[in-house]
């Protein structure tokens, strides 16, 4: 079986961890091949994500020839029509940007919904999609989360509250700003790994120094944030919209609750009576994840099984 994952770019966010996710699994099955095919250039911004997904399948740039393949997951968000890629079956993944490209998909592609949002939207255009959730590599998590020291210290008893995402406004700084505000009393410091890519980025960041102060501890991006969100007491993901928040599932594999804004996807993660939405007063709960969650991701790899092979 040869796989082919196609996008144009693959930076440094979700998308392109959950297909390196995925690509791993499936690199592990016998007689399967796995390309990554991409168009963008090399810089040293890409240069570590592909190198990255180089460990789980072989990274060739669009360019340099014509290919042939099995199946086609095609993770793009504009791109459909791919002349240099010849397919037996097509899958639609990401599937949040076929609502605007509708007319574009290819008759007899399965279609593949992070959530019942997208599966909602998609169907309401007359598109039928399948749910399955993003696989994860829950023992590589487990393994990573305990590979290093954070470089991070808090007094004993403060609680840390952590966002792993880029430095951004769609993230939902503001947000955390006045969660934290909202929080002046308690022993508490919130934790931030992510990255700035803009000048207008760079205020933001300024912005939660200026008005956090020493509450607010940011560490850039880090290559691993497993032992981070060890670390952590609560994950907090305030962004305004997300695809499929992978940082949430992380969390969860790794027994960590998580503080949701209300995005659209965000029903599709939360758990009851173990995570929190964002408004909720943040009580004191004993109760563990749920141990059906890891049978939960397997089943997920399966049902991306089933629709590979079939």
């Not at 940007?97 to 509708?102: A, D, G, K, S």
């Not at 909202?182 to 934790?191: A, D, F, W």
């Not at 700035?196 to 939660?208: H, K, P, W």
């Amino acid at each position: 079986m040869k796989i082919i994952f196609y996008s144009p770019a693959f930076y440094t966010g979700g998308m392109e961890n959950a297909v390196y996710n995925l690509a791993g699994l499936l690199s592990k099955e016998p007689d399967t091949e796995i390309l990554i095919v991409y168009e963008q250039a090399r810089t040293e911004k890409t240069e570590k994500m592909l190198n990255k997904l180089n460990t789980v399948g072989k990274v060739v740039a669009s360019f340099e020839k014509k290919f042939e393949c099995d199946v086609l997951i095609n993770c793009s968000r504009k791109e459909f029509d791919l002349p240099f890629i010849k397919t037996k079956r097509t899958i639609h993944w990401f599937s949040s940007c076929l609502v605007r490209n509708q007319n574009r998909i290819q008759i007899g592609s399965k279609i593949i919904s992070q959530s019942r949002w997208h599966q909602e939207e998609l169907h309401k255009i007359g598109i039928n999609s399948h749910i399955i959730g993003n696989p994860l590599n829950v023992k590589q998590i487990k393994k990573k989360a305990d590979e290093e020291r954070v470089s991070f210290q808090v007094p004993e008893g403060c609680r840390v509250y952590l966002i792993v995402a880029r430095i951004s406004g769609e993230k939902g700084f503001q947000r955390a700003i006045e969660f934290m505000q909202l929080r002046k009393t308690e022993n508490s410091k919130l934790v931030i790994i992510g990255e700035v890519t803009s000048d207008y980025n760079e205020s933001i960041r300024q912005g939660i120094i200026r008005l956090l102060g020493n509450r607010a501890i940011l560490l850039g991006e880090k290559d691993n944030p497993y032992p981070y969100i060890k670390k952590a007491d609560f994950i907090c993901c305030f962004s305004d919209h997300e695809i499929y928040g992978l940082v949430s599932e992380e969390a969860h594999i790794l027994g960590k609750r998580v503080i949701f804004n209300h995005y659209e996807t965000a029903r599709d993660q939360f758990i009851e009576g173990f995570d929190y939405w964002i408004e909720e007063p943040i009580v004191e709960r004993k109760n563990e994840i749920p141990k059906k969650y890891e049978e939960q991701n397997e089943t997920r790899y399966q049902e991306w099984k089933k629709v590979i092979w079939a």
